[in-house]
């Protein structure tokens, strides 16, 4: 469940990133409401997935999710450019997040259950 946490917080990011843009410093009343809601589900959300994976790893994972997810937004939505070097770079970024996905999977789940056996 931890990782669905993380997922979805990830991909609230992006929208709260959009919604920030729209609400133009917050003087437009439903992107500004749109952007404050998103962000706070997304962090709570964050914030679940930090109890029971490591906080290096969530938050690479989070802010990685986030950031490649708002520049493939940019790209194919706002017409931002897609040079190869970028779209090769945010191909490493989403490989790194699939890696550290892979690596800490069971770890922290025993690690967990050990925490709670105190």
């Known amino acids: 469940m931890q990782w669905m946490y993380i997922f979805i917080a990830g991909l609230l990011e992006i929208i709260w990133v ?3 843009r729209y ?3 917050f003087t437009v009343l439903v992107p500004s409401i749109i ?3 998103t962000l706070a589900i997304s962090f709570y959300l964050f914030s679940k997935s930090l109890k029971f994976l490591p906080i290096g790893t969530a938050y690479a994972i989070f802010t990685g999710l986030g950031a490649a997810g708002t520049a ?3 790209i194919l ?3 931002e450019s897609a040079s190869p070097s970028k779209l090769f770079f945010l191909s490493l970024m989403l490989i790194g997040i699939i890696g550290l996905k892979m690596t800490t999977s069971d770890d922290t789940k025993e690690t967990e259950v050990l925490e709670e056996g105190k």
């Open 23 to 25: 609400s133009e410093g």
């Open 18 to 20: 959009i919604g920030l």
């Open 35 to 37: 952007t404050l809601i």
């Open 72 to 74: 493939i937004v940019g």
């Open 77 to 79: 939505y706002f017409q």
